[in-house]
Structures are given as structure tokens and as C-alpha cells.
Nanobody
């Protein structure tokens, strides 16, 4: 069993920045694909960014150039740096890990972008 704990959410003005963190209870990132998802009220959960076990990142078109996905395997932690935030980025953000055929989710952290 792997537990994922997100942190770093909060209230920020448009154009501001936040950095989300996701800490895993044990070392899995070296052999797991990781993803950041978000879900806004009344909408489906969507993939924001992903990283392969080899460190290759991909981003949704809506966040390209603004968000950066990184990882620190030694700390069992992944990060989502969010810059130039927009009101439409408001959502609960979730960390996801897929080691082998398994699937783990964090509890989510709220991001609100509002003036």
C-alpha cells in the first residue's frame, strides 16, 4: 500500500504562483508513472501533467508554458510549480501514482485563483 499526501494549495490572485507537493509513503517514483490531475466543481477530473518513470514530462495544452512538473526521488516527492495562474485553474488538485498495474491517489489539495 502506498499513501500519497498533497500540500501547497491555497488562495492566490490571478497571475500569481503556487507550488504543490506530493509525498509518497515509500519509494516508488523510480518505477511509477506519476500524474497531477485536477477537478473543478461540476467537471470531470482531468490530467494536467504527467511524468514517466524515466523523467519525461507532458502537459495539457491549457497549462503548457505555465506549469512545471518535477520530482525528487530521494525525497519520494513530486512537485507542480504553477505560474501565471488563471481563474480557470481553480480546482482540487490530485496526485496520482501508477506503479506496475496499481493505481494510487492522494486526498487532494484546493487551489483557488481569484481576485
Amino acid at each position: 500500500q502506498v499513501q500519497l499526501v498533497e500540500s501547497g494549495g491555497g488562495l492566490v490572485q490571478p497571475g500569481g504562483s503556487l507550488r504543490l507537493s506530493c509525498a509518497a509513503s515509500r519509494s516508488i517514483f523510480g518505477f511509477a508513472a506519476m500524474g497531477w490531475y485536477r477537478q473543478a466543481p461540476g467537471k470531470q477530473r482531468e490530467l494536467v501533467a504527467s511524468i514517466t518513470s524515466g523523467g519525461i514530462t507532458n502537459y495539457a495544452d491549457s497549462v503548457k508554458g505555465r506549469f512545471t512538473f518535477s520530482r525528487d526521488i530521494s525525497k519520494n516527492t513530486i512537485y507542480l510549480q504553477m505560474d501565471s495562474l488563471k481563474p480557470e485553474d481553480t480546482a482540487v488538485y490530485y496526485c496520482n501514482a501508477r506503479p506496475y498495474k496499481l493505481n494510487y491517489w492522494g486526498q487532494g489539495t484546493q487551489v483557488i485563483v481569484s481576485s
